[in-house]
Each structure stands twice: as C-alpha cells, then as structure tokens.
C-alpha cells in the first residue's frame, strides 16, 4: 500500500486499525453466515482442538491488559475459527452516548484463525496458544456453543471491565470445559485488589494512569479473589497453565496439553509482578508546584495588582485541570452505570466547586475586587476539605487506596489557597 509521507504518523496509524477492524468485520460476517462443520454433524468431536489464545498488551490504550481468545480447530478438515469476544462498533445505536453512560455494548464475533493471529502479531504483540485437555464429547459442547454465540440473536453483551469482558466470558467457558474445576481453584483470596492489579498495566504512563486512578473509586480496593483476577488476560493464562482436571478414570492430569508462543514481542517490556508506586512522582509535581504558586505569591504580596492577577489566573488554571475531571467524576458517580466510579472518594479533592473556580479565576484577574474575594474563599473552603479529608483518612472507613491522587492535588489546594490569602 502506497501512502503519503506527509501524513502525520497518528493518523496513518489510525487508519491501519480501521482497515483492520473492517477487514475483520467482513470475514466475520462472511464467517457468521457459513456454519462450522461442528455445527452440521461433519466433525468428529475426536478430531476437535480447543485451544486459548493470551494476546499480551499492546500500545493503544485499550490494548494495555491484554486480549483473550478461543481456537476451534477441526484437525481432520482444517476448518479453524478464532472466536473474539473483545469487538464493538461504532455504528450500533447511540453508541457514544451508550458509552458516557457506562452501557457499552461488546460482541463476540468467528474470524479465519491466521487472519486473526498475523493481525496481532503485525501489532508487535505476544501471542501465546495453549492446548487444552477436554475430553471429546465436551469439546463439541464447546464448539458449538461458540459458535451459537455468533448468532446476531446472542452476540451482544453489557460490557464491563472487571466483570464481563474477553477474559471474563472465556474463563467462564473454560470453567464449564473443565468441570468447574477452574473456579474451584480460584476461590481463594489472591493477596491483590482490582486497583493494585490494574495499576501493574497502566502504572507506566504516569498521567493516563492518575486519571484513571482518580476516576476509580473504593469498590476497586477491597481484596479479591484468584477467580476474579482473571479478569486479565495473563492472569488467566498463569492459573490454567498449572490447574489440574480430573479423567474418567478420576485421575489428576494437566488442563494443558501444550504450551506454544505463536509470537513474541520486540521490544515490549515485561509485565511487571508488582505496579511501581506513584506517589512519589505525583508528591514531586503536586509539592513543586504547591512552592512555584507559593512563592511567586510570597514574591508579589506587595504588588496588589499583579498579585491580583496572579492569584486569577493561577485559580482559573487550577479550577480547569482539576474541576473538569471533578465534573465528569461527578457526573459519572451521580448519573451513569460505570459503578466503578461510585462512592468515589476523590470528590473531596476535585468536584464541581473547583471548577467553578475557573471563571472565577477569569473575572478576578480582569479586576473584580469583590469576585476575587469570593474565589479566596473558595479556595480556603476548598482546601480545608482537603485537609479535613486527609485526616480522616486516619479511620479505616476511608479506605480508598488513592494516596497518589492526594499526593498530586492536596499541596495545589493548599498553594492556591494561600496566594490568595490577601484577597480574604
């Protein structure tokens, strides 16, 4: 493919992903209406091969916690078919409004296997494959029930990052293929939280991973369990590679068979086994420019009117970074279904009110005497929440794990509160 060099790289890589994603659709499509041979009595459940596919993270945001996969192989005609419970369309019905409101709709959806895994591996992505042990009569079972889930009657389903996602639906179908013995194995507590385990994907970029941890409430932070762990991808990979099944015989023997890596990553840094902390990164740009604001304020105390202006614009530019995602925090915790928001925390730190604080700032820079007064106050209100919520955060009620966002927010609060003291 020919292709201008002019271009900007974001959007040609944009567009490779929309290729893709169309090349796919359309073999799906073409695959959805053709019936798998295991679906017209041509198989032999003997010759059939379930195998799960771990795509490990890519670079896009969405790809950061991996991808999950199911192989259904008729060794015996080489039919095999990639079953994908990670897809969405932009084209559904109200879809960004389902979106912002927490009701994104997935599908699940059969491509041409090689097609599937060329397009992961041109990704840079790893690609593991394993093999495994389900006795035939239940492989069939598996096989067909994929496949009726293609069906446009069964193919949707509400999305939802911890509890029902590509991962989620495969474990539960590996489950049934191993007799529950997968879920036994996981019902144990796994010395983790949903926020601690998300954290060892997103905790390398610094700023979209603060967001995301501003936005996630409590219910992210109390311990969970090995089964709900798989959720990730990896995760589930790791528990079934070492879980064991009973056969006829009731005899122990691995669940799988073979382990093949079908592709391996250049380049991509290994998952690390525990996220980095990033409290002391947030404590330096919160605390260093907690001092900026302070001194330049300490610098014009004597000058009224460029400490006026000051003390405006530093309003306005805090109550913008601070109270849009106050706002949409809000928003999201009052109004929408992405219950991991709710019970969040963080309000006390960022809300509407900071916001709110942005044209104030505006006005009180122009030369408003008495909205200037009115921001001071604001400002001390503002962080005396903060200061009184910190201290609570001494009572096991509050038990949020959002130390890095406190770190972050909590000395602006403060800074900004003191320049503008001589409003007051």
Known sequence: MLYNRAVPGNIRHASYILWGLLLFLFTAGVLAAREASWMSGNS????????????????????????????????????????????????????????????????????????????????????????????????????????????????????????????????????????????????????????????????????????????????????????????????????????????????????????????????????????????????????GTGIIVVSLAVLLRKKRRAGRIFFGVASGVTGLLLGLPGVALTFMSLFTDHTVTYWNENLALANPFTFLAFPLGIFTAAGFPRIGRITAWLWAVLAGIGVVYVALKAFPFFMQDNWQIIALIAPILAAVAFSGKKQL
Request: aromatic share 12%.
């Open 44 to 287: 032999n459940p003997k010759d059939l091969l379930i195998e799960l596919v771990t795509i490990e993270p890519g670079d896009e945001l969405y790809t950061w916690w991996g991808h999950s996969g199911l192989i259904v192989t008729d060794t015996r005609s080489g039919e095999s078919r990639f079953y994908n419970y990670g897809l969405f369309s932009f084209e559904q019905t109200n879809f960004f409004t389902n979106f912002a409101m927490g009701r994104l709709r997935f599908m699940v959806a059969p491509a041409p296997t090689k097609l599937e895994l060329d397009h992961y591996s041109r990704r840079n992505r790893s690609i593991t494959i394993q093999t495994l042990n389900i006795p035939p009569d239940m492989r069939l079972r598996i096989a067909r029930f994929v496949e009726i889930n293609v069906l446009p009657a069964n193919r949707e389903y509400l999305y939802d990052h911890y509890y029902d996602n590509c991962a989620t639906r495969v474990r539960d179908i590996l489950d049934t293929a191993s007799f529950g013995a997968l879920f036994e194995a996981g019902d144990v507590l796994a010395d983790t939280t949903f926020r601690r385990i998300t954290r060892r994907f997103s905790g390398s970029h610094f700023f979209a991973d603060t967001l995301l941890m501003f936005l996630m409430g409590r219910s992210i932070d109390t311990p969970i369990t090995v089964w709900e762990t798989m959720f990730l991808p990896t995760e589930l990979r790791d528990v079934i590679d070492g879980l064991s099944v009973q056969d006829a015989q009731d005899r122990s023997e691995p669940f799988v068979l073979e382990t093949a890596v079908h592709n391996e990553a250049v380049g991509r840094k290994p998952i690390p086994e525990e996220a980095p902390s990033a409290v002391p990164l947030s404590l330096c740009l919160g605390g």
